[in-house]
């Protein structure tokens, strides 16, 4: 099918596309990207969100399908949930060129859930700056941006907690001024992000404090700090994470298994390789996974682990 012919079925609102079909608008030409933007315009809004809502789908099944252009563009429309779902598409996208597109969203007049959207997503460039992966102006940019809005305080509380998360790599001192604020909060999302975050810096000096809070009553903290100890990937943690395998939560459960195996090491190793033999079949599956990377961290040509 010919791209026209295929862009005039997906215009009309009652014309049926199969999943497969969207192949045809994996990794457009620019000439392709203009024709599929003329066309867009004409589109109803419902069969808009429909179509970006199929696109994030379809390259979730397929990672072989690129439809990077597609997601840049909708970064800006005007409609909400097209604004959205282009910014789940774009996830694991990590050029430069969408910075400046999610710092114009987020400083925008957009409801308070797209703004905490676009935090999200300016997350993983942080950690690329202090890899040495981005420009520095891309971070000054980025950092400026998340400590304006962190430190607004008539901003939303969820744009404020995701601009915490997302800038905490880059742990300054206002920012950890700043988790430890959070950390203070009797509201427990923030107190959540202000834990998740603590694990972004890659600073051990917060490990005592995440040891303390592996026993929270609450199931969401305990699991926010068993990955947060998994970030930071302190051997001295695994003792205190052990517990957390026969946790009343499921999730934590899970939590604790893949904060062993990021930390590793000769006591997560064993202990993995227990939940294997003793655990239920999801715990063992996720314990096997969990062992299975900590073997190609240590042995890059090793592909399977006993169990």
């Not at 990207?33 to 003329?38: C, E, H």
Request: charged content about 30%.
């Amino acid at each position: 099918m010919s791209l026209e012919l295929f862009l005039e079925n997906l215009s009309d609102p009652s014309g049926e596309v199969a999943a497969g079909d969207f192949i045809e608008l994996s990794d457009l030409t620019p000439e392709e990207l203009g024709s599929f933007a003329r066309a867009w315009f004409d589109i109803p809004l419902d069969r808009q969100r429909w179509i970006v809502g199929s696109l994030v789908e379809a390259a979730e099944d397929n990672a072989e399908l690129d439809f990077i252009a597609l997601f840049k563009m909708f970064l800006k429309d005007q409609d909400e949930d097209v604004l959205e779902k282009a910014m789940e598409g774009l996830w694991e996208h990590e050029d430069r060129s969408i910075i400046s597109g999610l710092i114009q969203i987020l400083r925008s007049e957009k409801s308070s859930p797209v703004r905490a959207a676009a935090a999200v997503a300016l997350g993983k460039f942080p950690v690329l700056v202090q890899e040495g992966k981005l420009l520095p102006k891309d971070g000054d940019s980025i950092h400026e941006t998340l400590m304006e809005v962190l430190k607004d305080p008539d901003q939303h509380i969820e744009v404020r907690r995701r601009s915490l998360e997302a800038v905490a790599p880059f742990n300054t001192s206002d920012i950890n001024e700043l988790l430890s604020w959070a950390y203070e909060s009797s509201d427990l999302k923030l107190k959540s992000s202000s834990i998740y975050a603590m694990g972004r810096t890659g600073e051990p000096t917060w490990l005592p404090l995440l040891l303390k809070e592996l026993d929270n009553r609450e199931p969401t903290i305990r699991f926010e700090t068993a990955h947060a100890c998994g970030e930071l990937g302190e051997e001295d943690a695994v003792p205190h994470l052990i517990p957390l395998l026969q946790d009343d939560d499921f999730q934590v459960q899970l939590a604790g298994i893949k904060a062993l195996g990021k930390i590793g090491g000769p006591l997560a190793k064993k202990v993995l390789l227990h939940t294997v033999k003793e655990g239920d079949a999801v715990l063992e599956d996720a314990a096997r996974d969990e062992l299975q990377n900590i073997e190609l961290l240590e042995d890059p040509m090793a592909f399977s682990t006993e169990a």
